[in-house]
């Protein structure tokens, strides 16, 4: 839906070293790219594991683990990057040799985020010998303390940023710890630990391991599903080394040749069709369903789905995650309308439109695990800064944070809490996500210095949301063809968005259907036939009954009906004209 801070601007004019350029090279050197070679998404084309910092270490102590079979925890974390990161190490571990793998995903609410002193006190009841970290530990320098004081070697993958305090593992693989050559920074955690035991899996090779036990090497190829899944679920920058690993992970999707029945699963209880999967189907259907776990019960829901070789019980756990996702739209819509009222109340003491930059909501009966989503929700609907906080245990309120180009929210995070001594509890994360907790009482003054260190870092016009647009299709570039070209040309996502075309349109007709959605019919300026377009959560008075022509800003996508496939534009940007 378009808001009054969107502006439509047009990536800057290419060089074109032919006159009929094709539509996905305009894309690609739009976003950078280089239209050849980086739509080459072979294996091959990835980083060099041998520059993560302390990767020797780290394959040191793994195949120590299995030589002794030692018995090696998972220590995860309750998001879909966590569920995939340990659902692909136990894989993984367990096709390399290990006999005694386990896991454990803390529960947000009665453990919070990370290696807890508390939650290593339940760990150390199965004994393990070797604690693994994923996708969480860079901060947990009281757990790794706990963990090893209970005998337990520590090796920690993480991607979050680290704090000026490292702990004290045995070993850490943190493409973000300083020093560190590894080129990409953006690798989700499963693409840490992903990296990792490809690394051990040529280690023990090398050494004979898999001769000496009449075993031919795994191929750990398949588990890039999971990659695939964690990655766009997390909202990873997809440079080019994350978009090898996505569209291989989805390519094993779709020739059903992954290593997760639970995948393919979770995409049949979304209404997706496995053989046709795409990046965006990752982050916006199957995603969400997996995280859902984790805001409303237990993660172990999701690993469990991930980890099963059956397809019928994987379907059972998916159907569970669909329930619970069903769960998670219905509390969100009521937070999200809850949100927008307290937003309103603030606007009656100041202009409407002068929402503060830096933006602070709480309730008490929000829930913990839906402020997240509510963050971003009402940080795409302003294009500001968002905190949402829910209550915690013990006068604690548990904040989860989003934030906009130009403002990295862990270091502005950091720095109020140095020139604020005691405002902020804990706090950990990256640029754009960052979770936080403070004290109930602390909420009027926290919102405010928020507010104020916000401004001091961005300027108005990082408060003015951007719609990069590709430019006008032709006219004969509105059909099935290019709009499956485009689908299956990214993957695209975070730092490579999916095109967005914009032209002058005359409205043909119109309809309201399911109540808030507008289907048209829309006639290029272009001279192209006749086409359908979707203005999903319309605003009427965006849509004025009296104007038929517009300029609108769209995807070209695929509508399946009944069997039948046919190009439609879905419109994220509209201007009346005439």
């Known amino acids: 839906m378009h808001t009054p801070s969107q502006l439509l601007k047009h990536y800057p004019a290419v060089d074109t070293a032919r006159a009929h350029e094709d539509l996905l090279t305009r894309v690609y050197r739009h976003r950078g790219a280089d239209p050849q ?65 386990s896991y454990l995903v803390p529960n947000r609410f009665a453990y919070g985020y990370g290696l807890s002193p508390e939650i290593v006190a339940v760990a150390a009841r199965s004994r393990p010998d070797v604690l693994i970290t994923v996708d969480n530990g860079i901060s947990s320098l009281d757990g790794v303390r706990a963990a090893q004081a209970a005998g337990m070697r520590v090796l920690i993958t993480d991607h979050h940023l680290p704090g000026a305090v490292l702990p004290p593992a045995d070993a850490i693989i943190n493409p973000n710890l300083p020093g560190d050559t590894f080129p990409s920074k953006h690798l989700a955690g499963v693409g840490v630990i992903f990296y990792v035991l490809q690394v051990l899996r040529t280690h023990l090779q090398r050494q004979g391991w898999f001769r000496a036990q009449a075993r031919t090497p795994p191929d750990l190829s398949p588990l890039l599903d999971l990659v695939a899944l964690g990655t766009v679920a997390d909202v990873a920058v997809l440079d080019y080394n994350n978009r090898i690993l996505v569209e291989q992970g989805l390519r094993r999707i779709r020739a059903a040749q992954g290593s997760s029945p639970g995948i393919f699963a979770l995409a049949e209880v979304a209404g997706r069709d496995p053989a046709q999967l795409n990046a965006t189907d990752l982050g916006f259907a199957i995603g969400p369903r997996l995280n859902a776990a984790g805001r ?113 929210i862990r270091d502005t995070l950091e720095r109020m809490a140095a020139q604020h001594p005691g405002l ?155």
């Open 296 to 408: 409303l019960d237990d993660m172990s829901i999701g690993i469990e789905c991930l980890l099963s070789d059956d397809l019928y019980a994987a379907r059972a756990l998916a159907s569970q995650l669909d329930t619970l996702n069903t769960e998670r739209r219905s509390i969100e819509s009521k937070m999200q309308s809850q949100a927008l009222e307290i937003l309103a109340n603030l606007n009656g003491k100041t202009p409407a439109d002068d929402h503060p930059h830096g933006i602070c909501l709480y309730q008490a009966d929000w829930h913990q695990g839906i402020i997240g989503i509510l963050a971003s929700r009402i940080k795409e609907r302003l294009h500001r800064p968002v905190i949402a906080f829910a209550k915690g245990e013990d006068g604690e309120l548990k904040g989860s944070a989003r934030s906009i180009p130009g403002l990295h």
């Open 37 to 101: 070679r980086h739509r080459d998404y072979r294996l091959r084309h990835l980083h060099a594991a041998d520059t993560l910092q302390g990767i020797e270490t780290a394959v040191t102590l793994l195949e120590q683990a299995l030589v002794t079979q030692a018995h090696i925890l998972i220590l995860g974390d309750f998001d879909a990057d966590g569920a995939t990161s340990t659902a692909l190490a136990v894989r993984a571990l367990r096709l390399l040799g290990a006999q005694r793998v």
């Open 424 to 578: 902020i509890q804990r706090f950990g994360g990256h640029a754009m996500a960052a979770g936080l907790s403070i004290a109930e009482a602390a909420f009027s003054d926290f919102r405010e210095i928020f507010d104020q260190s916000v401004r001091e870092r961005l300027d108005p016009q990082h408060l003015q949301g951007v719609l990069l647009s590709d430019g006008p299709l032709q006219a004969h570039e509105f059909s099935l063809e290019t709009a499956w070209a485009l689908r299956m040309g990214g993957p695209w996502g975070q730092g490579f968005p999916e095109p967005l075309f914009d032209g002058t349109f005359e409205i043909l007709q119109r309809r309201v259907v399911g109540q808030r959605h507008l289907r048209l019919t829309l006639r290029p300026e272009t001279g192209a036939h006749p086409i359908i377009g979707m203005a999903f959560n319309a605003d009427a008075a965006q849509w004025p009954e009296d104007v038929r022509w517009m300029h609108l800003a769209y995807r070209l996508e695929i509508n399946a009906f009944r069997g039948e496939f046919t190009p439609q534009l879905v419109i994220v940007w509209q201007q009346p004209l005439r």
